[in-house]
């Protein structure tokens, strides 16, 4: 059965530095991975994604302030967040697309992690 959990979410001071994982299952750890957030009354935002073979792909609006990874010894996502800002606070989640593997950036996700909240504060 494939899940995926996040974890690592909480308060973080603007500037501040968080890293954010996501547990996988192997079914998913093969595939496309991606890392999305949402706010109150926004829509979901597509952050990052990295393929398979390990190319990573990110939103321009994060301006090179986050950096996603997978470590394959775990099966874990991570989301290393770095100067963080106020407008990063939302509920963070991770997705894959089994059967996907590359061009992940275009992928329809579906399956999806409950989520981590980030929170920050000035």
């Known amino acids: 059965q494939v899940k995926l959990v996040e974890s690592g979410g909480g308060s973080v001071q603007a500037g501040g530095s968080l890293r954010l994982s996501c547990a996988t299952s192997i079914d998913a750890f093969e595939y496309c991975l991606s890392w999305f957030r949402q706010a109150p009354g926004k829509e979901r935002e597509k952050l990052a994604t990295i393929d398979s073979d390990g190319f990573k792909r990110y939103a321009e609006s994060l301006k090179g302030r986050f950096t996603v990874s997978k470590d394959s010894a775990s099966n874990t996502l991570y989301l290393q967040m770095n100067n963080v800002k106020s407008e990063d606070g939302a509920m963070y989640y991770c997705?894959?697309?089994?059967?996907?593997?590359?061009?992940?950036?275009?992928?329809?996700?579906?399956?999806w992690g409950q989520g981590t909240q980030v929170t920050v504060s000035s």
């Open positions: 997705a894959s697309y089994p059967g996907y593997r590359s061009n992940c950036w275009y992928a329809k996700f579906d399956l």
